[in-house]
């Protein structure tokens, strides 16, 4: 089974704060990527990585940065967190497209909360 | 651009009955359509997918769901929900190399 781990299930910070979020995949994906859950908007795309090193904006990434310096392991930074960025974080990752049906695999997610 | 619609934000539906959850999207193009499903404080898990081939997919725990490019929905629908079918349920669509776009959810309240 693909397993996507993200390291915090609940996470609360400061506003101001610089803060990490950790997404870790075991199944050599090649394509990861790292999304906002609100309610009434769904699942909303901050950033992708389809290689080591290579990231692309998705729809919302101001206020977000992101890293990829191996396969497995993709992280979303929040350089200076605010309240407006209260939300659930989904990391996923899938195959390359055009291999396996797209199917995206989600880990458990993080709650972040900024006070 | 392509859009999701889930036109109902939340389905109360008693134990035992059956339940249709609406999708419609727009697209110019061909696309892959997905059901997603959420559990209380957890990620997302694959319910369906269509690619290709026949329009009515099955899926895990009972679900299926029906293609109907004419009308652009993904329509899912289970006859009989139980209790442990209550979570929240999303569209998403793709097509060939690009990324999802999920409609904003559908929560489904199963009652006793």
């Known amino acids: 089974d693909v397993k996507v781990t993200q390291s915090s299930r609940y996470l609360v910070k400061r506003t101001g704060e610089k803060v990490f979020l950790e997404c870790v995949q075991d199944m050599d994906h090649e394509n990861m990527f790292w999304y906002r859950q609100d309610p009434g908007l769904g699942l909303r795309l901050i950033y992708f990585?389809?290689?080591?090193?290579?990231?692309e904006k998705g729809d919302i990434p101001e206020g977000y940065s992101v890293s990829r310096e191996k396969k497995e392991r993709f992280s979303l930074i929040l350089e200076s967190a605010s309240t407006n960025q209260t939300s659930m974080y989904l990391c996923?990752?899938?195959?390359?497209?055009?291999?396996?049906?797209?199917?995206?695999?989600f880990g458990p997610g993080t709650r972040l909360t900024v006070l | 651009a392509q859009s999701v619609t889930q036109l109902d934000s939340q389905v109360p539906v008693f134990e035992e009955a059956p339940v249709e959850l609406r999708c419609n999207y727009s697209s110019s193009v061909s696309v892959y359509l997905f059901w997603y499903v959420q559990y209380p404080n957890q990620g997302l898990q694959l319910l369906l997918k269509y690619l290709s081939g026949s329009t009515l997919v099955k899926g895990i725990n009972g679900f299926e769901a029906e293609f109907n490019k004419s009308q652009t929905s993904f329509h899912l629908r289970k006859p009989s929900v139980h209790i442990s079918d209550t979570a929240e349920y999303f569209c998403a669509v793709t097509f060939y190399g690009q990324n999802f776009v999920f409609g904003p959810g559908t929560r489904l309240s199963v009652l006793p």
């Open positions: 996923a990752s899938s195959l390359w497209w055009g291999t396996s049906g797209y199917e995206q695999f």
């Open positions: 990585s389809y290689d080591v090193k290579m990231k």
